[in-house]
């Protein structure tokens, strides 16, 4: 079984890397889960799980330098992948082997969260949510926001990938939450999976370099990812053909 | 909404909004500015925002294609950009007469979190503001002016209006469409 999600939103300070290592943390309680470092070109997953120091990252992977295996680092429960920061590391990396990457990884894990760069604007940013089966939406309860992420929503089923739900993030408490997931819902094909609330502890985890369901498991933030991993469904994928499906991935026909 | 004409301070299209808001904080600058978004397919790319400040701080939001003004006008707003903004200074004693309209008032640092999206800068938008116009209006999130007329937030307006939104979802499929064959997926 595998299923592959691309956690996105279409903008930056959204909190997703934060919530892709959440999600994976709350998720391998009943799975298998290796969290990916999509975002190529601005990489911070590796400070998210303490791995600022791993000397093989994805970009080598991309640049057939080094093989998957070698940038794989098991942290906090999950199968980790950074991504480098180096200039250098992202010319010299070939988006394209990431169906590669994704392929491989899907032979040994059960679920696969690809942390998507911010952006639609560029082959590179669109790509891991062209690969994934389906996305997670990051969100916050502003204009702006949601309206990246319905344009998020559109790309990804354009290209044949359903929409598994929503994620607030940073909600304050003056924002009418109720209300704004409510109406927000009616133009997404998924549910809102959770509101969780802005923390001082997800900023205190960050510094730290590590996550925040290791650094303060059990402050609301916290909790609020777990039910939101709670409340999402994974699909049964065939096993079988999963480097296949991955390796073909491709746009529909009917386009 | 009537404003006398101001001095052209700056004319330039603009991805995100927020860019022009930190700006015009930066500057303290005392006048208006007028936003009008490059995409024409968009029913409210018809019409044009104006915003006007004092020293920086935003203060009243009207859309010309709506007529609609105070939080339900950055809504209107709220279309994807670039947008062309021309700012213009003014004298803060022109603008009082204007400033009296309290329907078309805005809390300082609601631009700033529900157009830019920027949480930080409606922070500082309302660090500059003066106390009368944060204590008049809460803490400047989404509450709406006093008189209850717009006590709906801005976010939820936006959400309101579905013919919108669903152009903004058609422009976005036939993108994804057009740069499916130039990405040669």
Not at chain 1, 211 to 236: G, I, K, M, N
Not at chain 2, 48 to 75: I, K, N, Q, S, W
């Amino acid at each position: 079984m595998v299923e592959v999600f691309a956690v996105a939103s279409g903008k930056g300070g959204t909190g997703k890397t934060t919530s892709t290592v959440a999600l994976g943390m709350a998720l391998s309680d009943r799975y298998d889960v290796t969290v990916v470092d999509a975002d190529t070109g601005m990489a911070n997953l590796l400070f998210h799980a303490g791995l600022s120091d791993a000397e093989t990252t994805l970009h080598d992977v991309l640049a057939d330098e080094a093989p998957v295996e070698a940038a794989t680092y098991d942290r906090f429960g999950l199968t980790v992948v950074p991504c480098g920061t180096s200039l250098d590391g992202f010319r010299d990396a070939d988006p394209d082997r990431l169906r590669d990457v994704v392929a491989a990884l899907a032979e040994d894990t059960d679920i696969i969260l690809l942390d998507s760069p911010p952006a639609l604007d560029s082959r590179t940013s669109v790509l891991p949510i062209v690969l994934a089966d389906r996305i997670v939406v990051v969100l916050q309860p502003t204009i702006p926001a949601i309206s990246d992420g319905l344009k998020v929503q559109e790309y990804a089923t354009t290209y044949d990938t359903d929409v598994a739900g929503l994620l607030f993030n940073k909600v304050r408490e003056s924002e009418s939450i109720e209300q704004v997931s409510e109406k927000t819902e009616r133009y997404f094909d998924g549910p809102t999976l959770a509101a969780v609330p802005e923390s001082e502890r997800a900023r205190e985890a960050r510094r730290a370099g590590r996550p925040l369901l290791a650094h303060a498991p059990e402050c609301e933030a916290a909790t609020a990812y777990r039910a939101a991993a709670e409340s999402l469904t994974v699909r049964d994928g065939a096993a079988a053909d999963a480097a296949d499906r991955f390796q073909s991935a491709v746009i529909p026909e009917s386009l | 909404m009537k404003l006398p004409h101001g001095r052209l301070d700056k004319s330039r299209v603009v991805t995100d909004p927020r860019d022009t808001l930190a700006d015009v904080l930066d500057r303290e600058l005392t006048g208006y500015a007028v936003f009008e978004s490059q995409e024409t397919l968009l029913l409210d790319g018809e019409g044009r925002g104006v915003m006007t400040f004092t020293d920086g701080v935003p203060v009243l939001v009207y859309h010309t294609g709506t007529d609609r003004g105070g939080p339900p006008a950055l809504a209107d707003l709220a279309v994807p950009g670039p947008y062309h903004v021309s700012l213009y200074t003014l004298d803060a004693a022109d603008l009082e007469s204007a400033h009296e309209a309290a329907d078309l008032r805005v809390p300082p640092g609601m631009p700033a979190e529900r157009l830019g999206g920027d949480p930080a800068l409606a922070d500082s938008t309302r660090r500059a503001a003066p106390d009368e116009r944060l204590s008049a209006m809460g803490d400047g999130d989404a509450t709406a002016p006093d008189d209850g007329t717009a006590d709906q937030s801005a976010v939820e307006a936006f959400l309101d209006d579905a013919e919108k939104i669903e152009a903004i979802k058609q422009q976005a499929r036939s993108e994804a469409r057009e740069r499916a064959q130039e990405w040669d997926f």
